[in-house]
């Protein structure tokens, strides 16, 4: 059992330093690693496509033959596995934060595939988002929650998201492709966000036993959610530029996560003294240094992909 350092002053508990916080982190980077080369191997396949193709169920049958875009959808298995893990044992305003890495680690991938070097400009970005997660971390201090929160509360959180989800779809459809682009992605981060509690919620249902967590709703809810996440990532992609969906994404997943945290699971971040201030520096520098690394010819050089 991880070890926790009870703060007598907050009544609130919070990661110890030492293995369980380690182990913790290494999973969520290896989360982030495999993300981050899924993404540039399915890019890779998907480029290759005809552009006829794009939003057909062609497209899938014809990305299915091809061994790299396969190769990046077990990645994203075994990224969500690692997530999974990671989520069983520590916070989601700990764990969620850290994949923001995932575009970090699409760099040298991507340089690799495209035999290309990775440019000063791209060290300086990664740079920033590396500084801000560190300066944001440190401050905040994520303390562990309980994600117990009742029926009723996980019905108004579910039907907030699908109302502010649905809002975004609408909006997508009533502006120019570059809104659409923008709105749809972060409606794909606002799912992905609550994907992403509602896999932490299963994961503390499963010590009660496999089948009592598929008699409970949390396995359907992630198995919906899910599905949902995934349509509106293709179709943010598909909107317009991915230097403005991948990054809006990139960033809309983890702060809603640590909002459903924060508000649901009784999980902590410091709020004494000028802690909120540099927190929200170190999520400015992080939210900076995303939107420049998606600039990058490494990670996307083409309008639109699957």
């Known amino acids: 059992m991880m070890r926790l350092v009870a703060d007598s002053s907050l009544g609130v508990f919070h990661h110890h330093l030492g293995r369980g916080l380690v182990s913790i982190v290494l999973l969520s980077l290896a989360s982030a690693a495999s993300y981050g080369l899924a993404a540039v191997l399915q890019h890779q396949a998907a480029i290759r496509e005809p552009p006829e193709l794009s939003l057909r169920a062609g497209l899938l049958v014809s990305l299915a033959h ?20 990671a989520l069983r044992r520590g916070s989601l305003a700990l764990v969620e934060p850290l994949l923001v890495l995932s575009l970090v680690f699409a760099l040298p991938a991507g340089a690799w595939l495209e035999h290309r ?3 000063t400009s791209d060290i300086t970005s990664t740079g920033m988002v590396a500084a801000g997660l560190a300066l944001f971390l440190g401050v905040a201090r994520p303390g562990i929650g309980h994600p117990h929160a009742s029926g ?59 089948v009592h967590t598929l ?22 992609f598909h909107a317009g530029a ?3 969906s991948l990054p809006t994404l990139t960033v809309a997943q983890p702060l809603v996560a640590v909002a459903i945290g924060l508000g649901f699971f009784g999980e902590h971040i410091d709020s004494r003294g ?20 998606a600039r990058s010819p490494l990670i996307g050089t083409h309008e639109a992909e699957l």
């Not at 992905?192 to 010590?207: C, D, K, M, Q, S």
């Not at 919906?224 to 293709?234: E, R």
């Open 242 to 244: 991915l230097r403005l």
């Open 152 to 210: 009723l509360a996980w019905a108004i959180l579910t039907a907030a998201i699908a109302v502010s989800c649905g809002a975004m779809v609408l909006g997508a459809h009533s502006g120019s492709r570059r809104r659409a682009a923008v709105l749809l992605a972060a409606g794909s981060g606002t799912s992905f966000g609550y994907v992403a509690a509602v896999t932490e919620r299963t994961g503390h249902i499963l010590n009660a036993g496999v």
């Open 274 to 293: 000028p802690a909120p201030v540099f927190e929200l520096l170190g999520l400015v520098l992080v939210t900076v240094g995303v939107f420049l690394l």
């Open 66 to 85: 091809r061994p790299l875009w396969l190769v990046g959808n077990a990645l994203d298995g075994v990224g969500y596995l690692f997530q999974f893990l």
């Open 117 to 119: 070097r990775v440019s």
């Open 215 to 236: 008699m409970t709703w949390a396995p359907y809810g992630l198995l919906v959610g899910g599905v949902a996440a995934l349509l509106l990532t293709q179709s943010a």
